[in-house]
């Protein structure tokens, strides 16, 4: 089955850190950009990071809320890309999504990430 899992969420303290996994299954994640999107309670889903296929050198980009803060990764051996959170503020708190970014997936469920004291 072709999908990706989101999973590493939790609560946190402000200034904490995370580690978000999404392991694909069914394809090869080296193939393609992935981003990590996030849905705050009331809000519109964003993006928050991306890399490019291995292809294409694995360039990442992120939004400029996070950037300096979280960083993307991927493993090709595991299937898997990693978003890395530190100095989480309680602005960061919603689900957190990967996906495919130029043929995306239906979405998963998700990752939760709650960011308070």
């Known amino acids: 089955q072709v999908q990706l899992v989101e999973s590493g969420g939790g609560l946190v303290q402000p200034g904490g850190s995370l580690r978000l996994s999404c392991a694909a299954s069914?394809?090869?994640?080296?193939?393609?950009?992935i981003a990590w999107f996030r849905q705050a309670p009331g809000k519109e889903r964003e993006g928050v990071s991306c890399?490019?296929?291995?292809?294409?050198?694995?360039?990442?980009d992120n939004a400029d809320s996070v950037k300096g803060r979280f960083t993307i990764s991927r493993d090709n051996a595991k299937n898997t890309v990693y978003l890395q959170m530190n100095s989480l503020k309680p602005e960061d708190t919603g689900v957190y999504y990967c996906?495919?970014?130029?043929?995306?997936?239906?979405w998963g469920q998700g990752t939760q990430v709650t960011v308070s004291s």
């Open positions: 996906n495919r970014a130029n043929s995306p997936l239906p």
């Open positions: 069914g394809f090869t994640l080296a193939s393609y950009a």
């Open positions: 890399i490019s296929s291995s292809g294409n050198d694995g360039i990442t």
